[in-house]
């Protein structure tokens, strides 16, 4: 188990199995990172997770836990509510809904996406983390290698003394690790948003 929020969790059952071999490797004359993307694609549209409940996307397992909503580096809950399966667009950050194209909703919830099982699809550590998103309302929280923050909008985190980047460009956002480091925990919440294709890389 990670050190950081998992580590501060109890009951949270392991699942087996085998992981499929989805890594994807993609050249354009040079080499480019290892990837796996989780798009939520094979749950259930309307499926909802409450805080203390797990789910598995496309081989990575995510825990649902209560989040934190007040501006500020506090990893203390003090909302909980549900994330669900849905279908609607981000405008005009992505093309319209499309049969199987789901995204999952945030609503006053964290989910901790487990880095191990990225690890396990791309073949090494996680540098890189990117999500496409549409914000709703309140604010949002990043917990990442067990340090939390809470702003208004992710863009605003970025800058932190914590030896990774947050780049927001209003549509998707990239954290990167500090050069020779690596994303060994990462959880994403907030009031309420709507998240699609998160996707680790090397």
Known sequence: MHQGIRSGF?????RTGVIAAATT????????????????NDLAFFSGYLPSQSFNSITVDVDV???????????????????TVVSQSFQPCTN????NNKRMIIDQVLLDFDISDYVAQIGGPVRRIKFRYKPVA?????VING????????????????????????????????????????????????????????
């Open 96 to 99: 319209g809904p499309q049969p």
């Open 10 to 14: 109890q009951g949270r059952v392991r």
């Open 138 to 142: 309140g604010n949002v929280q990043l």
């Open 65 to 83: 836990y209560p989040v934190n909503l007040t501006v500020g580096n506090s990893c203390n809950p003090n909302a909980a509510g549900a994330t």
């Open 147 to 202: 340090n939390c923050f809470v702003q208004p909008t992710f863009g605003a985190i970025n800058g932190s003394p914590f030896g990774f980047s947050v780049n927001d460009n209003g549509c998707a956002v990239t954290i990167k690790a500090a050069p020779g480091s690596a994303i060994t925990q990462f959880s994403l919440g907030g009031d309420v948003l709507y998240i699609d294709n998160v996707r680790a890389s090397d």
């Open 25 to 40: 490797v993609v050249a354009t004359g040079a080499a480019m990172a290892a990837s796996h993307t989780v798009t939520f």
